[in-house]
């Protein structure tokens, strides 16, 4: 009897197909098969790579996917963004919630050395890491006047390359996707959503299976970030309650903007008593150098943190860096054109040692290995760069999360209560402000039989949380208690 003849093995035949067709789906040549740097097999399939957005001027943005160590047929696919604007994805990658850490005592001049993190968030989820903008990180533009855009192109394009990158994984079609990111991608998220959700209206292919997003101390709206600085401080135990008191009755609750001379002097007199510090965690130090301090604190428009550190006694770090969480509250409007930190006189961000990440990602053996383009094409990796130039146009996000809300759409919206950048009880006012009712009453939530931060959860799935003793970038701080937080949120369970 010939194979043809037989049901049952052409019913085998056909399914050993599509097997093989699932299996080759993704695109292989963008497959991560090691890196430099880490010994060992990966924990799970890693592909990176471009996906070009603008064919004519060949503008094209960077991706790493990590699929998910536990289920990436059914696991969650979620976007991650950093911010700035213009702060690398890779920050989040390598010393966030990614795959892997630099090991301890590795040094500059050789290359560092990876281990595995056992807090990924890959251990539940598949994680996408985006460079967005073009210019930014290992995204690149063959036009250097893409290099000039803003909020409603950066939206733009990061939709045009989800829908070409979804092509390329039609098998991660069906999952159910999440956005996710921290500081100026509260910007970023939002506007990405509202492409996303118009795109479904309009019943472009691929269709994206969008379910929410979760931001972590996420810039949102002008007069609840900028004016909560003051008050936490005060609540911090940061400045006195004498100067609480003056510059509250100088400012008429007003700490930011135009603002008149008695107030302006008092906002200069709280800046200076906390200039040394960590404004992105103020229980950790800074590393930066004091000619830097100087630069910034004269040039920026609120609060500056650097530590005096002498040459000698400067530590290199590994995770106890602060960079990229960006949003270093440097805008004089929300609306406008943002200055790079290298405008603003200083090198890098303030309290920032990113020496690790650009020596492994400058290297010309690991850039083969992830599939981006060499240094003599794109430059050096910076972790905040300089190339673009940014404006931010849209003001207030709050009417984005009543829309996203009202329309079912998951939103979890999380602070490390410790940041000075956004305060926690700024955002927690906004959230109040959109006037749902509280469906879960404010309560503790726990990790290791300890409070690990406060939580309530309010109608149409919105989530409020704050985690203990974590700062701008919370997976940095409390990388146990973030995957725990982050597991229970994405399956849908009560944290």
Not at 16 to 33: C, D, K, M, Q, R
Not at 155 to 161: P, V, W
Not at 394 to 412: D, E, Q
Request: charged share 20%; glycine share 8%.
């Amino acid at each position: 009897m010939a194979m043809a003849s037989s049901p049952f093995l052409l019913h085998i035949l056909v399914l050993l197909l599509l097997l093989f067709s699932l299996a080759i789906a993704a695109p292989e040549n963008h497959l991560v098969t090691q890196l430099p740097g880490f010994h060992g097999a990966l924990p799970s399939k890693h592909y990176s790579g471009y996906v070009t957005v603008d064919e004519g001027n060949d503008r094209s943005l960077f991706y790493y996917l990590v699929l998910s160590e536990r289920d990436p047929a059914a696991d969650p696919v979620v976007l991650w963004l950093n911010g700035g604007p213009g702060c690398s994805s890779f920050d989040g990658f390598v010393y966030e919630n990614g795959p892997f850490n630099f090991e301890r005592g590795s040094i500059p001049g050789g290359l560092p050395k990876l281990q595995l993190n056992p807090y990924s968030w890959s251990k539940v989820s598949n994680i996408m890491y985006l460079d967005s903008p073009a210019g930014v990180g290992m995204s690149y533009s063959s036009n250097k006047s893409d290099y000039t855009t803003g909020d409603m192109k950066t939206a733009a394009d990061a939709h045009t390359f989800l829908l070409k990158w979804f092509e390329l994984f039609p098998e991660l079609q069906s999952n159910p996707f999440y956005i996710s990111g921290e500081s100026y991608a509260g910007i970023y998220i939002p506007m990405l959503a509202d492409e996303v959700v118009k795109g479904t209206e309009k019943a472009l292919k691929p269709r994206i299976n969008f379910k929410g997003y979760l931001i972590g101390n996420g810039l949102t709206d002008k007069d609840y970030d900028f004016n909560s600085f003051v008050p936490f401080a005060h609540g911090m135990g940061l400045i006195s309650t004498d100067l609480f008191e003056e510059v509250s009755t100088a400012c008429d609750g007003t700490f930011w903007g135009k603002v008149n001379d008695a107030c302006q002097e008092k906002i200069h007199r709280v800046r200076w008593e906390l200039k040394d510090l960590n404004k992105y965690n103020i229980l950790a130090p800074c590393y930066h150098h004091p000619e830097v301090q100087e630069a910034v604190f004269m040039n920026t428009s609120l609060p500056t943190s650097f530590r005096k550190l002498g040459e000698t006694e400067r530590p290199f770090p590994v995770r106890k860096r602060m960079a990229g969480r960006s949003w270093p509250l440097r805008l004089p409007m929300l609306t406008g054109r943002v200055p790079m930190w290298p405008e603003l006189g200083g090198r890098s961000l303030p309290c920032t040692s990113d020496e690790l990440a650009t020596i492994w990602l400058d290297d010309e053996d690991v850039r083969s290995s992830i599939h981006a383009k060499p240094k003599s094409l794109i430059g050096s990796w910076e972790l905040y760069t300089a190339r673009i130039h940014y404006t931010t146009e849209v003001g207030s996000m709050v009417k984005y999360h009543k829309k996203f809300t009202a329309m079912g759409y998951r939103i979890l919206i999380y602070s490390g209560d410790h940041d000075l950048c956004i305060p926690f009880t700024g955002t927690e006012a906004w959230v109040r402000s959109l006037g749902y009712r509280v469906v879960d009453s404010w309560r503790p939530w726990y990790f290791g039989g300890q409070v690990a931060g406060y939580t309530q959860g309010y109608d149409y799935n919105l989530t409020f949380l704050t985690i203990k003793g974590a700062g701008h970038a919370v997976p940095e701080y409390k990388p146990k208690e973030t995957l725990a937080f982050y597991t229970h949120w994405l399956s849908g369970e009560k944290i």
